[in-house]
T-cell receptor, first 114, second 112 residues
Framework: DTGVSQDPRHKITKRGQNVTFRCDPI?????LYWYRQTLGQGPEFLTY????????KSRLLSDRFSAERPKGSFSTLEIQRTEQGDSAMYLC????????????FGSGTQLSVL | GENVEQHPSTLSVQEGDSAVIKCTYS??????FPWYKQELGKRPQLIID?????GEKKDQRIAVTLNKTAKHFSLHITETQPEDSAVYFC???????????FGKGTRLSVIA
């Protein structure tokens, strides 16, 4: 599969638990983005990487959110001490180079916090 | 930072009619404007994009226009078909420098 893949597709957790999501970008893409999407809204930017460098993280929703891309390939997004308001679709996207701008999205991880 | 407004939020058209979705942006430095289509339960997919050095771009039944002076851009779908029914998102960025900022989406329903 040459597209962006995300795992898991669905995650149900209890409030207060930690969760981690994984994203594997298109192999030749050096930029990787995390977005959050709630029902009826557009994707909301969270953070992004160029190779292993995190270029912007001020939009992460709180200090409970963190992301890594340690080897410049796959990335993980962790949410600690989950809250019901964290329930959303978490989308990963990648792009081939800084100049193109076009993003290719994964299918997302749907998080439900009970 | 950039702010993107999108209108209308819902749009219903008869099959064969045209549909127009409009977006405005706030950052005059933005120079890249893509449109994404998201079908129910699926990922957003890029359908067309335009850069600030052109005013219009067309791909079969889909066209996008850009007015940099007014800071707005529009998506035009002609001869709509039921499979065009989806949520459409506009977005804006400074290509290579800032991440895409999305509008809230337009739910298009094409009635057969």
């Amino acid at each position: 599969d040459t597209g962006v893949s995300q795992d898991p597709r669905h995650k149900i957790t209890k409030r207060g638990q930690n969760v981690t999501f994984r994203c594997d970008p298109i192999s030749e893409h050096n930029r990787l983005y995390w977005y959050r999407q709630t029902l009826g809204q557009g994707p909301e930017f969270l953070t992004y990487f160029q190779n292993e460098a995190q270029l912007e993280k001020s939009r992460l929703l709180s200090d409970r959110f963190s992301a890594e891309r340690p080897k410049g390939s796959f990335s993980t997004l962790e949410i600690q001490r989950t809250e019901q308001g964290d329930s959303a679709m978490y989308l990963c996207a990648s792009s081939q180079s800084p100049e193109t701008g076009g993003l290719f999205f994964g299918s997302g991880t749907q998080l439900s916090v009970l | 930072g950039e702010n993107v407004e999108q209108h209308p939020s819902t749009l219903s058209v008869q099959e064969g009619d045209s549909a127009v979705i409009k977006c405005t942006y706030s950052d005059s430095a933005s120079n890249y404007f893509p449109w994404y289509k998201q079908e129910l339960g699926k990922r957003p997919q890029l359908i067309i994009d335009i850069r600030s050095n052109v005013g219009e771009k067309k791909d079969q039944r889909i066209a996008v226009t850009l007015n940099k002076t007014a800071k707005h851009f529009s998506l035009h779908i002609t001869e709509t078909q039921p499979e065009d029914s989806a949520v459409y998102f506009c977005a804006a960025s400074i290509a290579g420098n800032t991440p895409l900022v999305f509008g809230k989406g337009t739910r298009l329903s094409v009635i057969a």
